[in-house]
């Protein structure tokens, strides 16, 4: 239905049936299924507009046509009517949402069309509409400006008449070429050497879009309107623009208006003169005209761009010759360098021209200059090939010799191109012949490694030294002479001639390579030959001690070694490695070249540094050919290598049956053991080849026979679980009771390696069930720690003894707890083993279970009786030792099942230790909720026989993080250590000096701000002491958080610490007195420490304890000399009393006598220092010769 409703649309429109179409739009408008499409409305909408039917185009815009549709080249309805000019539609489209700025393909907009055509009435509706500035704006008139429209530049002008829209049409208003409009937007404020985005200033603007006579008459009205002719942009500037185009009459005009010819005006800082020249679009004649105008005008010649490019660069690599000459004539300078270094002589001869090179030498270019890379003239003209201008070069005496960046002369070059006419020149004027490059190549080295025989030939004959080498002293790269490059290179008419020309044959590279070795190591049987002939040293070893029959025989090349053994090559010298050509060639398998060895009388039984015999190494390599050639030629059969191993050891190893075949066949040793005293018989049965133990078994092995763990054939058998094996080997007449060194007999090691069937074989055959291994063990107590129920089924049903227990005292079932298999325990419980059998350290199973970790076999034991608190000899529960023994943080499983089950959390140790102690003293990372588990809260404070709280221990250990949890659930820091007679506290063991480093991250320090931040109590008569001993060993730390905590420094030392400070001037009453921190600090001649003192405290400069004091501590320092404490008194503790002690005093007096005292002073608010001090001293007393207290 719907494409009836389009045709009939398309019909009514055509014959212009106004009710037709009005009727079809009110269907369309109406129903939900008969409706029209949106490419038909549209597509009537656009024939529409292009007719100009505006009726019409209401009616389908009512109908729901999209204003903004597009046809095939983006035109929309807004763009047709603009062409055609139909005012009236324009504003009917916009009125209905058209958008006026809508592009085509080709981002032309109605805007674009309205001016083009000259419908200016339809583009001041639509630029009123929109309002387009800016970027549009510029694109627009330039779009009218390349199609010259001026009438419509006019109007844009005109439209736009602000300042800023003013400079943006001043670029296409010069395009356009029309003076007028240009003007008038010069009247409205455009500045002319403003550029815009892409065409740069107004005047390059009408350098590049207008053709003469527009041009000129453009260019004279800008330059007249403040045009500048310099900088005007920062790509091209107007006269380099000109000088690209050819505009001569503008380059005049321009250079009489002032412009400079000098100016660095484009992208690459061309000058005018650089640019006519590099214009590839110039010919010779066309630019030489240029040059002469910029020359006349006072170019510089010699002004490079960023490059560093002269003119004379570019008319050389031009081919310029004339412009050259004029260059020449006006100053250039001949050996400016590019910015590669290369001069006009270098770019000449790189191109190739025979005549500018002339010119340049006759002018007095430089030869010898060099560019980066370190090339002269000479240099790139025989990389070149140019004979012509190498004679040149040479005739003009440029030098031969120079070198390169890479070392190299003209002759390496000429050699390393192969040019033989240009070698025979360079020779021919003098060259030297040995000058080497950077790798120590002389030419001679590069002809041969080339393989240049002519070159050779004339080098040879000139004197070049054939010995020379190349990379001499250095280590790291090869010492080769000519002869060993040809050779290397496979040259072989080249090594004919140096050996002609008398080059040593012996000569050796840096790894002691002979010409001979290199030759056989390519395997070039040509050059062989030839070195051979020629008398080279057959017995030259090279660093690994090769001769070259080694390395012949190495690299398979039987028809070489053939030739060496002919020519007289020793068959036993021996390498590095002591291998000599047998040993090689029987190791890799070259069976031809073993058979010429054998022939040639090779010695068959010599060892190598291993201490194997060519036979060796054939087993070695599994070649049964090579074996039976060494047999039948008569090799040992049993001499052993450095491992104890004979040929029949190696070939069971192997697993070679046919080997093993030939041996036997040959007479081979059977009771041969090698230095782990393994027999042959051993190895194949070690390896579980059947086959292979069957031949040994019908070939007389014997049976018995221990290696030096004691083991026979019948233990590795019963171990490795091959169960044929044992069968066979007990058919046999094995002895099934044998025990090794470990005491082990075969049926320890079977139940060990959990095979079932050879278990049940030996326990059928009688093998002893109780006998016991050198650790105590029976055959149950190893198959109790194993995996295998159906072993343990086995041997309890056979009779095995539940209660035997080993050297550790432990029966199977303790074994068998901590391995994990629940159901081994099930299967020795239900047989009726003993639960609490005790080991030697009074372990239970359960114990050893609850250590373990193992929650089902913990469940299993004390479901089947097992008792909770039993107690090892250190008085440990499972419990317990569960959590002493764990080094990290325990299993929270296993502990949570045995408090389920009832076990005591209050129990403690022998040394009264609770979990909690033995957590600590283990090192483990306290974690809340474990202890929340374990009930911390009835074992958290208590004390050990020695009085350590588990915070105490902590503290000992300086153990921040078990401190911090210990605090975080609630400890008491300040409980004292009576048991001590120190009567330490957690905070004085963090303070003590410790003689033994402890192992903690964190310091003293951190600790003991730790413990200060839970209101432990620093005012004890331990931690005065300790205060005392920090300020002796200069704690920086400690001492600060000590004062800053409230330590007085003025306290008196409960006990003395005279000793502590090492002053040898301290006498037996000095060391009976009892001084204050600060006097210590002041002893110790810290006086830091003392000023830190005096300041955080807020000390007055009295602050003192008391003048005998002071005057005491006066008279020591100076016995010592101490002259920095003295100066500290001297300056801060000079008054005798202090306002602290005056209201001290007054205090004292106002709280009256000692009876009754203490509720008074507790009830009073002090602090806690003057507290203590008011109770226990009689404050009156420090008040001396006054009449009243209360003063």
């Known amino acids: 239905m719907m494409g009836d409703l389009d045709k009939h649309l398309t019909a009514a429109y055509k014959r212009r049936d106004l009710p037709e179409l009005d009727r079809l739009l009110r269907k369309h408008q109406q129903s939900t299924k008969n409706r029209i499409s949106q490419g038909a409305l549209d597509s009537t909408l656009r024939v529409a507009c292009r007719a100009g039917r505006e009726f019409f185009v209401q009616k389908l815009i009512n109908a729901g046509a999209d204003v903004d549709s597009r046809k095939l080249y983006g035109l929309s309805p807004l763009m047709m009517v603009a062409k055609r000019g139909k005012a009236d539609m324009v504003r009917l489209l916009l009125s209905n949402g058209a958008y006026a700025l809508q592009e085509n393909h080709k981002r032309e907009t ?43 530049l006019k109007f844009l002008a005109s439209h736009y008449n602000d300042q800023v829209s003013s400079q943006i049409l001043l670029v296409p208003a010069v395009i356009s070429g029309n003076t007028e409009i240009v003007q008038s937007l010069l009247d409205r404020g455009a500045d002319l050497n403003i550029p815009c985005m892409y065409e740069g200033t107004a005047l390059k603007a009408a350098i590049n879009h207008l053709c003469e006579p527009l041009l000129m008459t453009m260019v004279i009205f800008l330059t007249k309107n403040g045009a500048r002719v310099n900088g005007g942009t920062k790509v091209i500037s107007p006269l380099v623009e000109c000088v690209l185009s050819n505009k001569t009459n503008i380059i005049n005009y321009l250079i009489d208006s002032g412009a400079d010819v000098n100016e660095m005006g484009d992208g ?48 050389v690599e031009r081919g310029f010759s004339e412009i050259i000459s004029k260059l020449i004539a006006a100053g250039a300078q001949l050996d400016s360098r590019n910015n590669d270094g290369d001069t006009a002589l270098h770019l000449a001869v790189t191109g190739g021209n025979n005549e500018i090179v002339s010119k340049l030498i006759a002018a007095g270019a430089q030869l010898d200059s060099r560019n980066n890379d370190g090339d002269t003239a000479l240099h790139l003209a025989v990389t070149g090939g140019n004979n012509e201008i190498v004679s040149k070069l040479i005739a003009a005496g440029a030098q031969l010799d120079s070198r390169n960046n890479n070392g190299d002369t003209a002759l390496h070059l000429a050699v390393t191109g192969g040019n033989n006419e240009i070698v025979s020149k360079l020779i021919a004027a003098g060259t030297q012949m040995e000058a080497r490059n950077n790798e120590g190549d002389t030419a001679l080295h590069l002809a041969a490694a080339r393989g240049n025989n002519e070159i050779v030939r004339k080098l040879a004959a000139a004197g070049a030294q054939m010995e020379a080498l190349n990379n001499e002293g250095n280590t790291d790269d090869r010492e080769n002479t000519a002869l060993h490059l040809a050779v290397a290179g496979g040259k072989s008419k080249t090594v004919s001639k140096l050996i002609a020309a008398g080059a040593e044959l012996d000569a050796r590279d840096y790894r002691s390579n002979t010409a001979l070795h290199l030759a056989i190591g390519k395997g070039n049987r040509s050059i062989i030959s030839k070195l051979i002939a020629a008398g080279a040293q057959l017995e030259t070893r090279n660093d690994e001690y090769n001769t070259a029959l080694h390395m012949a025989v190495r690299r398979g090349y039987s028809i070489i070694v053939s030739k060496l053994i002919e020519a007289g090559a020793q068959l036993e010298a021996r390498n590095d490695k002591q291998y000599t050509a047998i040993h090689l060639a029987a190791a890799g398998g070259k069976r031809s070249i073993v058979s010429k060895l054998i022939e040639a009388g090779a010695q068959l039984d010599t060892k190598n540094n291993e201490g194997n015999t060519a036979l060796h190494l054939a087993i070695e390599g599994d070649n049964i050919q090579i074996v039976n050639s060494l047999i039948a030629a008569g090799a040992q059969l049993d001499t052993k290598n450095n491992e104890g191993n004979t040929a029949l050891h190696l070939a069971i190893k192997g697993d070679n049956i046919q080997i ?53 054939a019948l233990h590795l058998a019963a171990a490795g679980g091959y169960s044929e094996i044992v069968d066979k080997l007990i058919d046999a007449g094995a002895q099934f009771g044998a025990r090794n060194i470990d005491g082990n007999s075969v049926l320890h090691l079977a139940v060990r390696g959990g095979n079932c069937k050879i278990v049940s074989k030996l326990i059928a055959v009688g093998a002893q069930l109780e006998m016991q291994n050198t650790e105590g063990n029976t055959s149950l107590h190893l198959a109790a720690e194993g995996d295998s129920i159906q072993i343990v089924n086995k041997l309890i049903a056979a009779g095995a003894q539940l209660g035997a227990r080993n050297i550790k005292g432990n029966s199977s079932l303790p074994l068998a707890s901590p391995g994990g298999n629940s159901k081994i325990v099930s299967k020795l419980i239900r047989a009726g083993t003993e639960l609490e059998a005790r080991n030697h350290e009074g372990n239970t199973a359960l114990h050893l279970a609850a250590v373990a970790g193992n929650s089902e076999i913990i469940g299993k034991l004390i479901s089947a009786g097992a008792v909770l608190e039993a107690r090892n000899y250190d008085r440990l529960t499972p419990f317990l030792l569960t959590v002493a023994l764990v080094k990290d943080t325990p299993s929270i499983m296993p502990l949570k099942l045995l408090k389920e089950c009832g076990a005591d959390l209050k129990a403690v140790d022998k040394d009264g230790n609770t979990f909690l102690h033995l957590m600590v003293q283990s090192g483990q990372v306290l974690k809340e909720e474990i202890l929340r588990l374990l009930g911390y809260d009835r074992v958290i404070n208590t004390q050990t026989k020695n009085g350590m709280t588990p915070l105490m221990l902590a503290a000992k250990e300086l153990n921040y993080n078990a401190i911090n949890v210990l605090l975080e659930v609630g400890v008491d820091p300040n409980i004292v250590n009576y048991a001590s007679p120190k009567a330490c506290t957690a905070l004085s063991i963090v303070l003590k000096d410790r003689k033994e480093e402890v192992m903690s991250e964190y310091t003293a320090s951190d600790c003991a701000e730790l413990l200060m931040n839970n209101h432990t109590v620093t005012s004890l008569p331990r931690c005065y002491f300790h205060f005392h001993k920090i300020i002796i060993r200069d704690d920086g730390p400690l001492i600060q958080l000590m004062v800053t905590r409230g330590m007085p420094p003025l306290c008196e030392i409960v006990e003395t610490v005279r000793d502590h400070t090492r002053n040898p001037h301290m006498d037996v009453y000095d060391k009976m007195y009892k001084f204050s921190p600060l006097a210590v600090a002041l002893i110790c001649n810290n006086t830091t420490i003392a000023r830190y003192m005096v300041e955080n405290c807020f000390l007055t400069p009295a602050d003192v304890v008391g003048s005998s004091e002071l005057q005491h501590l006066t008279s020591l320092l100076e016995r010592s000399s101490q002259v920095e404490s003295l100066r500290f008194i001297e300056e801060n503790l000079s008054q005798p009393m202090s306002l602290f002690q005056l209201s001290f005093v007054a205090v004292s007096a106002q709280l009256g006598g000692m009876a009754g005292r203490e509720e008074r002073v507790r009830k009073t608010p002090l602090p806690q220092i003057i507290q203590d001090m008011l109770l226990f001293q009689d404050a009156t007393s420090l008040w001396k010769g006054s009449d009243s207290p209360t003063q």
């Open 110 to 152: 109605a805007v674009h069309f309205a001016l083009y055509l000259g419908h200016f009435e339809c583009a001041k509706i639509l630029l009123e509409k929109e309002k387009p500035k800016g970027k549009y704006l510029g694109q627009l008139a330039e779009y009218l400006a390349q199609r010259c429209c001026t009438e419509a």
């Open 268 to 315: 690459d800082c061309n000058t005018p003169l650089t640019a006519a020249i590099s214009n590839l679009w110039n010919r010779e004649s066309r630019v030489c005209s240029l040059v002469e105008i910029l020359l006349l005008a006072g170019a510089d010649p010699n002004k490079s761009n960023c490059k560093g490019q002269t003119a004379l660069h570019f008319a």
């Open 660 to 712: 093993v075949n030939s041996l036997i066949a040959a007479g081979a040793q059977f009771k041969a053991q090698n230095i782990k005293g393994n027999t042959p018989f051993h190895l194949a049965v070690r390896e579980g080849n059947i086959e292979m133990v069957r031949k040994l078994i019908a070939a007389g092995a014997e049976l018995e026979a221990r290696n030096n763990e004691g083991n026979t």
